[in-house]
Nanobody
């Protein structure tokens, strides 16, 4: 079992920045790909970004490319999502997720965090 706990959400003005953190605990999760998803009110949950734990390969949704960066600190078992140039349409609950590989992450996440609210005001 892997437990994921997000933090770092909040209220920010458009154009501002936030950094989300996802701390993982439990069984070893070094083989896992770590991802970020978000869900806005009335919308389906959507993929945002992902990073392989060992190789450092990253993936991004087109809507956040060039503005968001995901990284990881293996020693701290923590994954980050740096969000810059935030827009009101980035407002959502952001979830951390883990899966054995990237294709699986996109269709069947093994572990979810509880989510953290990000609100971007115009």
């Amino acid at each position: 079992q892997v437990q994921l706990v997000e933090s770092g959400g909040g209220l920010v003005q458009a154009g501002g920045s936030l950094r989300l953190s996802c701390a993982a605990s439990g069984r070893t999760f070094s083989p896992y790909v770590m991802g970020w998803f978000r869900q806005a009110p009335g919308k389906e949950r959507e993929f945002v970004a992902a990073i392989t734990w060992g190789g450092g390969t990253t993936y991004y949704a087109d809507s956040v490319k060039g503005r968001f960066t995901t990284s990881r600190d293996n020693a701290k078992n923590t994954v980050y999502l740096q969000m810059n140039s935030l827009k009101p349409e980035d407002t959502a609950v952001y979830y951390c997720a883990a899966a054995p590989n990237y294709p699986r992450l996109r269709v069947a996440v093994d572990y979810w965090g509880q989510g953290t609210q990000v609100t971007v005001s115009s």
